[in-house]
């Protein structure tokens, strides 16, 4: 079993930053490849960012490539979603999630485990 708990939300002016974190709690936490996922209001649910359990894969959507960065801790448990140069569409509920057995590779499906969600709002 593993819990997610996410934390780092809140409100931003556009153009500015945020980093996201993820704690899990758990065992064998370099296992787990964590995704952080974002879902805006009326929109459906998008995989923003993944990072394979030894953190030596990551992945990011078209929308937010040079503009965020995920990294992970597993000494303490933690993933990071580091949020530069934030702009009104990226305001949304913003979840981790994690996926067993993923150690070298990172999804966007198949998440076996899911956090709360953090709200982030871009907004001047």
């Known amino acids: 079993q593993l819990r997610l708990v996410e934390s780092g939300g809140g409100l931003v002016q556009p153009g500015g930053s945020l980093t996201l974190s993820c704690a899990a709690s758990?065992?064998?936490?370099?296992?787990?490849?964590i995704g952080w996922f974002r879902q805006a209001p009326g929109k459906e649910r998008e995989g923003v960012s993944c990072?394979?359990?030894?953190?030596?894969?990551?992945n990011y959507a078209d929308s937010v490539k040079a503009r965020f960065t995920i990294s992970r801790d597993n000494a303490k448990n933690t993933v990071y979603l580091q949020m530069n140069g934030l702009k009104p569409e990226d305001t949304a509920v913003y979840y981790c999630?994690?996926?067993?057995?993923?150690?070298?590779?990172?999804?966007?499906?198949?998440?076996?485990?899911w956090g709360k969600g953090t709200l982030v709002t871009v907004s001047s």
């Open positions: 999630a994690a996926r067993y057995r993923s150690k070298w590779s990172c999804y966007y499906d198949g998440m076996d485990y």
């Open positions: 990072i394979s359990g030894s953190g030596g894969s990551t």
């Open positions: 758990g065992l064998t936490f370099d296992y787990y490849a």
